[in-house]
Nanobody, 125 residues
Framework: VQLQASGGGLVQAGDSLRLSCEASGRTGSWNVLGWFRQAPGKEREFVASINWRGDKKYYADSVKGRFTISRDHANKNTVYVRLSSLKPEDTAVYYC??????????????????WGQGTLVTVSS
C-alpha cells in the first residue's frame, strides 16, 4: 500500500490543522494506520493510531485530548488526524504509516511496514 500525507503548514500556537493520509490500493489494504512525528534532532515518536474498523483509537499522552484521529466514512482509505490547541513543541514532520501484516495497534514504528513521505507542521509561539 502506498500512503500520501498532506495538510501540514505554518500555524500559530492554539490553532488547528487537519492532516490527511490517503492510502492507495484496494479497500481494506491496511489493518492499522498510525501517525508518527519527528522533530528536529529527536527520534520519531508515536502520535495516534486507528484500526480498519475505526473502533480502536490510541493516542500518545502528549496529544491526548488535543488530537483526534478518524477515518473518512465515504473513502475508507483516507485517515485524518485533527491537531487542535497546537503548541510550539508539536512542530515536526508528521508521517502516516500502515500495518498491513498484523492487527496489532502498536506504538512501535517497527510494526508498520508502509510509510508516507511526511508533511511538515510548524507551530509558532
Amino acid at each position: 500500500v502506498q500512503l500520501q500525507a498532506s495538510g501540514g503548514g505554518l500555524v500559530q500556537a492554539g490553532d488547528s490543522l487537519r492532516l490527511s493520509c490517503e492510502a492507495s490500493g484496494r479497500t481494506g489494504s491496511w489493518n492499522v494506520l498510525g501517525w508518527f512525528r519527528q522533530a528536529p534532532g529527536k527520534e520519531r515518536e508515536f502520535v495516534a493510531s486507528i484500526n480498519w474498523r475505526g473502533d480502536k483509537k490510541y493516542y500518545a499522552d502528549s496529544v491526548k485530548g488535543r488530537f483526534t484521529i478518524s477515518r473518512d466514512h465515504a473513502n475508507k482509505n483516507t485517515v485524518y488526524v485533527r491537531l487542535s490547541s497546537l503548541k510550539p513543541e508539536d512542530t515536526a514532520v508528521y508521517y502516516c504509516a500502515a500495518n498491513t501484516r498484523t492487527y496489532y495497534s502498536s506504538r512501535d514504528n517497527n510494526e508498520y511496514d508502509s510509510w508516507g513521505q511526511g508533511t511538515l507542521v510548524t507551530v509558532s509561539s
